[in-house]
């Protein structure tokens, strides 16, 4: 829900430069240009690491809301993302039209409106992690069928040590706690390391 609600943010601030873009330039028939490939990565790093904080305590405030109602009000997450998709839109229905009603005042002109961009995943990004994620997926699957089949000892008994650690885990934490967990240390880890990596370095 997070990271959904981050992408509708992210689209509609890209709109808006996106129309002041296509607002001062004097061929609007020409496309705008594509996001890099790596730029959904860059984002999302960027959201981890706190470099916008603007951007990271928007995602941050979601995330958190987002479990309140589920744990204390009783929400699903069905509701909660149909409810946000649906306030997400009519946000940006009434910004594109609110927009484009303005300029016509101003300018008696219907104002260009951005389209979708194509390219988020480019062909060449595919081609080129396709054997590096093949390779990765044989190896996980070589190394679970070895501690399946009990080719070392050592490798087994800790699998099994973690899989125990972890039912013990799932008896004491809900998934839900759990997850939240994950949540707030995604977003507090890389702040905490940044400030201390050298005790945790020398630790």
Known sequence: VAISSAAWFFCLETRAKLYCEMSTATDFSAPPPSPG?????HDVSGILSWKNPIRTGVVFAIGNLFFYLVTFRGYSVIQLLSYISLLLLTLSFVYVNG?????????????????????????EVI?????????????ALN???????????????KVMGIALGFAILGRLFSGLT??????????????VYEREHERIDHA
């Open 178 to 191: 759990l997850l939240y967990l994950a949540f707030l240390i995604a977003f507090t880890w890389a702040v």
């Open 37 to 41: 490939a790596g730029s959904i990565a």
């Open 99 to 123: 927009r484009d009603t303005i300029h016509f005042w101003q300018t008696h002109q219907s104002a260009p409106r951005a389209k979708s961009q194509q390219g988020f995943l480019p062909a």
């Open 143 to 157: 190394r679970l069928m070895d501690v399946a089949l009990v080719v070392e000892n050592g490798q087994t008994l």
């Open 127 to 139: 081609s080129t992690h396709a054997g590096l994620l093949a390779n990765s997926v044989n190896s």
